[in-house]
Nanobody
Framework: QAQLVESGGGSVQPGGSLRLYCSASGFNIGPNAMSWHRQAPGKERELVAAIDRTGGIRRYSDDVRGRATISRDNAKNTVYLQMNNLKLEDTAVYYC????????WGQGTLVTVSS
């Protein structure tokens, strides 16, 4: 069964950093574009960052551009999201998604930014 499992979330103070992990099982992420999305309380899910299958093309939402870096290691079947200078408004559940040959959503990992 194809699955994506996110980890690395937690509580952090404003200005802090977190590295989120998305590990795939049951399928190979290589042929797929991968992306991170988030959903804050009371808001719709939104795209945070995306990366093409080779890692050569990356894009970011305006909210996180300059503070986030998406990367992937196809050999490890894992996608990463490095978030720096976290803000209160970054508080959300962060989801990983594969698209292309196979569409799969993870269950999410909670990031809480509070002082």
């Amino acid at each position: 069964q194809a699955q994506l499992v996110e980890s690395g979330g937690g509580s952090v103070q404003p200005g802090g950093s977190l590295r989120l992990y998305c590990s795939a099982s049951g399928f190979n992420i290589g042929p797929n574009a991968m992306s991170w999305h988030r959903q804050a309380p009371g808001k719709e899910r939104e795209l945070v960052a995306a990366i093409d299958r080779t890692g050569g093309i990356r894009r970011y939402s305006d909210d996180v551009r300059g503070r986030a870096t998406i990367s992937r290691d196809n050999a490890k079947n894992t996608v990463y999201l490095q978030m720096n200078n976290l803000k209160l408004e970054d508080t959300a559940v962060y989801y990983c998604r594969s698209t292309g040959y196979l569409e799969v959503w993870g269950q999410g990992t909670l990031v809480t930014v509070s002082s």
